[in-house]
């Protein structure tokens, strides 16, 4: 069996980042500080080491993506599994105007753990399924393109679906007071030998 690394990342930083809105399903470009952080990435992830990119099907992990990997011509597979965790009716706010909005909404929501959940939003066990199925088929695909037994695989995706999928992965909880496992702009290796396990966390990028 073809044994898969896969480097984990959150995409760079978007306009709407700096603006402190929550983004979920929609989109929003890097802004220019965002760009140039992408591209300084290219010397911890050294791109051409890689066989192929996935990511989600949002436009932030795929400029990502092209910035890391430019001149390489990598096969790249945008993959919808693995989107934001949808954020519903709280998609576009400010953490200020989700207060004036949905009052004491988001403390109920974090004291569920798991079972998170936005106003008409998908909740962290769905998000978190549904990438871990993403990142599968993504590495099925490749596998089967790709005639080496051994390859690396980017893989861009978001915040909150990379934590789910991690969380997951090592059975940790989301109550609050647990530890906090996913650190920001940090490297994330993951294995897949038929299924994925985490390798190790939080490198510095």
């Keep these: 069996m073809k044994s898969v690394k896969i480097a984990f990342i959150r995409h760079s930083v978007t306009e709407w980042n700096e603006a402190g809105r929550i983004q979920g399903h929609f989109d929003s470009p890097l802004s220019a500080y965002g760009r140039e952080l992408a591209a300084a990435w290219r010397k911890t992830l050294e791109p051409e080491t890689f066989d192929a990119v996935l990511t989600s099907d949002l436009g932030r992990t795929i400029a990502t993506a092209n910035i890391i990997t430019e001149g390489l011509k990598l096969?790249?597979?945008?993959?919808?599994?693995?989107?934001?965790?949808d954020w519903g009716e709280w998609s576009g706010l400010t953490t200020k105007e989700l207060h004036e909005k949905f009052p004491g909404k988001i403390e109920e929501e974090v004291a569920k753990g798991w079972g998170f959940t936005p106003n008409n939003g998908e909740n962290r066990l769905v998000c978190a399924e549904r990438g871990i199925a993403a990142l599968e088929q993504g590495i099925n695909e490749i596998t089967s393109r790709i005639d080496k037994e051994e390859l690396k695989i980017l893989a861009v995706s978001h915040e909150g679906t990379m934590k789910t999928i991690i969380?997951?992965?090592?059975?940790h909880d989301f109550m609050p007071g647990e530890e906090k496992k996913v650190k920001k702009r940090r490297l994330h290796w993951l294995n897949w030998n038929g299924r994925l396990t985490v390798e190790r966390l939080n490198e510095k990028l």
Excluded: C, T, V
């Excluded at 096969?75 to 965790?85: K, M, T």
């Design 75 to 85: 096969p790249l597979i945008s993959l919808p599994g693995l989107r934001e965790q």
């Design 167 to 171: 969380y997951k992965l090592l059975d």
